[in-house]
């Protein structure tokens, strides 16, 4: 992955905001909301991580670093050295935060309040999450679980445990409810 890329994630980012996004609506939300700000910091910072020459790069993840910091000012821990897909959407901040190895696909939407990591008691590892996945708010999904493809995880779910793809889970701990055949 280049850093590069990044900047091209962001406007799939972007798209998925707003649909109007050249109306006056949709310019002030571009503008004005604090979901924006961090996915835009997340994608400079994640590009600014994956800069691998020699000294430059060690400047890179240090300014990396700095806007980090900015985001988790704003209620969201996403570490630069997470790997994120296109299409990240944060609808509000406040809480949310993901482990520094956590991996996701494409179109990860998530709710206020949610963590993705690890365990704890010596447990290592952090989520994989598919493309197509939206975690509720205040859900929590902790330690090496593997999250498939058009999941939907309620809210305030606690997810130990894999989920296949097109599940829907609820409940403490989480349980598939519903899953679809395609």
């Known amino acids: 992955m280049t850093p590069l890329q990044q900047f091209t994630f962001l406007k799939k980012d972007l798209e998925r905001w707003r649909k109007d ?7 002030f939300y571009l503008c004005f909301e604090a979901g924006i700000w961090v996915t835009i910091f997340y994608r400079i910072s994640r590009a600014l991580f994956l800069v691998n020459i020699p000294i430059i790069g060690f400047l890179a993840r240090l300014i990396a670093f700095f806007i980090f910091k900015i985001n988790e000012f704003l209620g969201v821990s996403i570490a630069p050295s997470c790997d994120i897909g296109p299409g990240l959407y944060i609808g509000h901040t406040g809480c949310i935060f993901l482990y520094h190895t956590v991996i996701a696909g494409k179109n990860l939407s998530i709710g206020q309040q949610v963590t993705i990591g690890t365990k704890g008691l010596g447990v290592k590892g952090a989520p994989v999450i598919g493309d197509d996945v939206y ?18 995880i309620g809210a305030n779910a606690v997810v130990i445990k894999d989920v296949p793809d097109n599940a829907t889970v609820v409940g403490v701990p989480g349980r598939v409810v519903r899953r679809e055949e395609n």
């Not at 975690?135 to 939907?152: D, Q, T």
Request: aromatic share 0%; glycine share 20%; net charge positive.
């Open 21 to 27: 996004k050249l109306s006056v609506k949709g310019l």
């Open 135 to 152: 975690i509720g708010v205040g859900a929590k999904l902790l330690g090496p679980i593997k999250v498939g493809n058009n999941v939907r």
